[in-house]
């Protein structure tokens, strides 16, 4: 990767297990949580009783990193010095198409060396974690850790809190309270576990013959993982019925097999990235390719249907979101369907609910992980009136129902539209009745504050009425499918009277001339071929982007210079060209190279300076990969 990564993953498997550097060479920083907050993992190698750090901060000097690489789904590193060639993989197998294994919560480390100096060495590695690996911050409350044995005859490092806060607190900036992290070792691994500088710590330590592989397993039970509508549910993998011990085992024997298909996944991933959109797209989709798995927690429901709790990552904290589910949805539109349908499943289920009494989608569906209704502008102390300002009518239900049209298109099938048809009916009557100048209203960029007349808002509902009657059509009710047809036309008609400026651009709002904004929303008239919109117009709009640009892409919108990564790569996919896409991609990935915001994936970033505004770590990252969506409806 040519791309300078503003953070390296190397644990990736939900919102609150999860490891990153933030600095060039791994040893310049102690590990960290996407939070920023402590999470240490660190590494030493002993070469002949000369100790090195090569992970984390620490008394040893370190050995020379020489090498790194971000893929989808593996992180490499490259050490030496004059004796030995040290190298150092960290993977997760987040496999969309395989819910088990995506769902399982063990990562891995593979390590192996060579003699640098053609000489025999004496070589072993220790591996320390720290207790914020299992509690929100260090010394918050007591732990303890233990050597444990394991089904297959060898052993583990084990660690938790004492008292164990289930499912207690939500937020955003908060690490988990329960459960236990595992720490296991090759055969013949040494652990220990103790106390230093008031924290407490588990490590293995291990001996390594010259060019063979050795991996070391990090595995996290958290016992209950979510509360859904008051009932706490068990995450996916444990539908199989076995142990985290056993899932451990299970995985230390497949460690091999594993690292080849995550290698062979991220060589296509990047394919196909350079395929649709250049070397520096391929990379981009690849940086974000764990982050949007990540930020969720794949869970049965008491029905056992599969639910795909996002969490909105720096942002509030809020689960579910329909509007970050929205950006992400070409990731899992493109590589597993079912898990957009987990996503979408909490949504209907409150929304035909007692305690959901409107007519418009929610925004969410609670605070991460306390999944029980939404929580978004509903404090107890607002008024109706207040409440109601702090939705996003139009934007939740445009967003749900291209959603939904989406994997109708796709799987060629209306069955998972089937029995929500009432809950869908009145969504699109909403944006019928408002959505062809809407109100006074937020949109998912809510961080710009409230906008009347939204012109990109209004392409929305244009796009999710056309999007309904296209479900309509196959559902086989044509009569009523083709007079929404006939409605989002009428709609698209005086959107391009209404929002022209004199230079062939089209307006932030339809009552600000000469203005501009991205149109992310039309994206999907190209992609679907409904034609409500001309090339031409289209195209127009695409080429007066261009006029906007700073160095690091293009703003959002005229009212400041910050823009949003997912919207910009929708904006791109209006191109008629591979060259005009990549034009388009360009700044934004240099912005990503040299921002000095040491994060995982920001999606809110400023276009001058390349630094972020707000927000890390969402899986709103899952946007980037709408271009490989072409060609597929």
Known sequence: MKLRPPAYPLITVDPYFSVWSQTDNLYDSNTVHWTNSENPVSGTVTVDDETFRFMGRSEHKEIKQIYSDVSALV?????????IVLKVSFYSTLFPADLYRLSR???????????????????????????EICINKAGETPVFAQTIDLPDGQTAAKIGSVYQKMLERKGDDL?????????????????????????TSVSTEFALDASKEYDILFAYDDIKCLKYFEKSVDAYWKTKGISIEDAICEAKAESDEMLLKCRELSE????????????????????????????????????GEIIF?????????????????????????????????????????????????????????????????QMYGVPESKTDEQFLSFQMPVEECGNMLIMMANIAILEQSTEFCDKYYSILDKWVEYLIKFG?????????????????????????AIMGIAGYAKILLAKGDDERAYKLMNTAKEMAESFVRRAANEDGSFR?????????????????????????????????????????????GMPLDNRATYTKSDWTVWTATL???KEEFEQFIAPMWEGYNVSKSRVPMTDWYDTVTGSMIGFRHRSVQGGLFIKLLEGRF
């Open 75 to 83: 992180t490499d590193y490259v050490f030496e010095n004059r004796k």
């Open 105 to 131: 919560p063990v990562s891995f480390m593979k390590v192996s060396w060579e003699s640098n100096d053609g000489g025999a060495h004496i070589v072993s590695v220790k591996l320390s974690v720290s207790e």
């Open 175 to 199: 690490r988990i309270e329960w459960g236990y992290f595992y720490l296991c070792g090759p055969k013949d691994a040494k652990y220990e576990h103790g106390e230093s500088d008031g924290k």
């Open 268 to 303: 296509k991933v990047f394919d196909d990235g350079e395929n649709a959109g250049g070397e520096k797209y391929a990379e981009l989709l690849s940086l974000a390719f764990r982050q949007t798995i990540a930020a969720h927690k794949l869970a049965v429901d008491e029905n």
């Open 309 to 373: 709790i996002s969490k909105e990552c720096f942002s509030n904290g809020c689960a579910a979101t329909v509007d970050v589910t929205y950006p992400s949805a070409p990731f899992f539109l493109l590589y597993n369907p079912e898990l957009l349908k987990g996503m979408l499943r909490p949504i209907f289920k409150y929304s035909a609910s007692d305690d959901w009494k409107f007519d418009f989608a929610p925004h969410d569906v609670g605070t991460y992980p306390l999944v029980n209704g």
């Open 436 to 460: 062809k100048d809407p109100e006074n209203q937020l949109c998912t960029d809510d961080f710009a504050g409230h906008l009347a007349h939204n012109c990109n808002l209004s392409l929305k």
């Open 508 to 552: 932030l709002a339809y009552d600000r001339p000469d203005t501009f904004s991205m149109k992310y929303n039309i994206v999907w008239d190209k992609l679907w071929g409904t034609k409500l919109f001309a090339p031409s117009m289209i195209y127009s709009e695409f080429c007066s982007n261009k006029k906007h640009f700073n160095a690091y």
């Open 575 to 577: 191109s008629p060209t």
